[in-house]
């Protein structure tokens, strides 16, 4: 639930969005939710750095986050629930 707190490490798939509070050397690969191949540095410190988001991968470093959304809920969640609202026109 929101307010809960989990460990991030090296190879873990980040199951929900969060707060990053503390880490050390996090970087994070975000292609899954942007399409950039460029890792992401994450930082406890500087507010535009601290978010991560479910369905993507710590490549390296260790850190504890506070859980702020699951499911359909996150980032990743609302990609999903936008695409399955497409609708196919006839032809």
Not at 48 to 59: K, N, Q, S, W
Not at 61 to 70: H, N, S, Y
């Amino acid at each position: 639930m929101s307010g809960d707190l989990y460990c991030l490490r090296e190879g873990d798939v980040i199951a929900a969005d969060g707060i990053l509070l503390q880490g050390t050397n996090v970087t994070v690969d975000e292609s899954s939710l942007t399409g950039e191949p460029q890792p992401v540095a994450k930082d406890a410190i500087i507010a535009d750095e601290r978010t991560i988001f479910a369905g993507t991968t710590v490549l390296a470093g260790r850190g504890i986050a506070e859980l702020t959304a699951t499911g359909s809920a996150t980032q990743y969640g609302r990609s999903g629930t936008l695409l399955a609202t497409i609708e196919t026109p006839t032809t």
